[in-house]
Nanobody, 128 residues
């Protein structure tokens, strides 16, 4: 059974940090580009960050550049999102997603439709 399970969400004050984890099972993790999306109430799901299959190439939404860092451990089949300097605008449900179709350089990773497998999401709430 293919599965992505997110953890690490919670409530934090503005300026604080959280680290999200996404553990995979049932898929050959190293073959998948991995990404984090988020969805706030009343808004569309948006791309946050992603990493190529090797982890060499990473991409960030402008809104999180310099504050969030994505990393992956292919030996542990896990991808992480370190979130620092959190703002109230970061409040959302964060989803982990996996995609087979990207090349090694992970170009144009923004579309949620390009991702084949999704986690159930983890809530991040930032209080001001």
């Amino acid at each position: 059974q293919v599965q992505l399970v997110e953890s690490g969400g919670g409530m934090v004050q503005a300026g604080g940090s959280l680290r999200l984890s996404c553990a995979s099972s049932g898929l050959t993790f190293r073959n998948y580009a991995m990404a984090w999306f988020r969805q706030a109430p009343g808004k569309e799901r948006e791309f946050v960050s992603g990493a190529s299959r090797s982890g060499i190439y990473t991409v960030y939404a402008d809104s999180v550049k310099g504050r969030f860092t994505i990393s992956r451990d292919n030996a542990k089949n896990t991808v992480y999102l370190q979130m620092n300097s959190l703002k109230s605008g970061d409040t959302a449900v964060y989803y982990c997603a996996a995609a087979l179709q990207f090349g090694s350089t992970y170009s144009n990773p923004w579309r949620s439709d390009d991702y084949n497998v999704w986690g159930q999401g983890t809530q991040v709430t930032v209080s001001s």
